[in-house]
């Protein structure tokens, strides 16, 4: 079946620092994959996305690249804030059968002054 | 944009009673979802719904039923609450088909449900 490994948390960073957060996917043919942000006290929101091999999402200054040959969808950014501080999660869709996400267990980041 | 509500954020029951937890979504997206939050667990599917009265089971079905009447609502139902289904719950919904492969699933804020 489909699964998503992600990076530990939590990972605690000053700002203007770089940010790597990884995921990895296990799935069967070729997955969309997913970052989703979720707040303190508010659900999960798009934070960017891929549908295909070597795609590259992007979105406020986040990074992530879809990788068919690591099987990995690593979240980056280049100089991190404050306001960043939140849970991230990796997720994935089969694109055979049903519209079920697969996520990852999430990893909480808080950036420190 | 998307609008996705759940009709309460917290919410306090007792072990035993029957629990019913709403989402309205008001996009017209025939794809809709239950989901629990678990610390180091992420989110874990538990029902989900592709058209007025379908259902299929999710990840973590037991101890849960839903109901899907209109295109619009999405309940989620604790037949019997117990205290291991305190949990962060959260509702989504997404357009269908070719179309729902490109477009991701939209949340609602959440419901903190405390079985006491």
């Known amino acids: 079946g489909n699964s998503v490994t992600q990076m530990e948390g939590p990972v605690t960073l000053s700002e203007e620092a770089f940010l790597t957060i990884n995921c990895t996917y296990t799935?069967?043919?070729?997955?969309?994959l997913f970052w989703y942000v979720q707040y303190p006290g508010e659900g999960l929101q798009l934070l960017l996305k891929a549908t295909k091999a070597d795609d590259k999402g992007s979105n406020k200054g986040f990074e992530a690249t879809y990788r068919k040959e690591t099987t990995s969808f690593h979240l980056e950014k280049g100089s991190v804030q404050v306001s960043d501080s939140a849970v991230y999660f990796c997720a994935l869709r089969s694109n055979f059968g049903n519209e079920k996400l697969t996520f990852g267990t999430g990893t909480r980041l808080t950036i420190i002054p | 944009d998307v609008k996705v509500t759940q009709s309460s954020r917290y919410l306090v029951k007792r072990t035993g009673e029957k629990v019913f937890l709403e989402c309205v979504q008001d996009m017209d997206h025939e794809n809709m979802f239950w989901y629990r939050q678990d610390p180091g667990l992420g989110l874990r599917l538990i029902y989900f719904s592709y058209d007025v009265k379908m259902k299929e089971k999710g990840d973590i079905p037991e101890g849960y039923s839903v109901s899907r009447e209109k295109k619009e609502r999405f309940s989620l139902i604790l037949e019997s609450a117990s205290t291991n289904q305190t949990s962060m719950y959260l509702c989504a919904s997404s357009p269908p088909g070719s179309r729902g492969l490109q477009q991701p699933q939209h949340f609602g804020d959440g419901t903190r449900l405390s079985i006491l």
């Open positions: 799935a069967t043919g070729y997955p969309s």
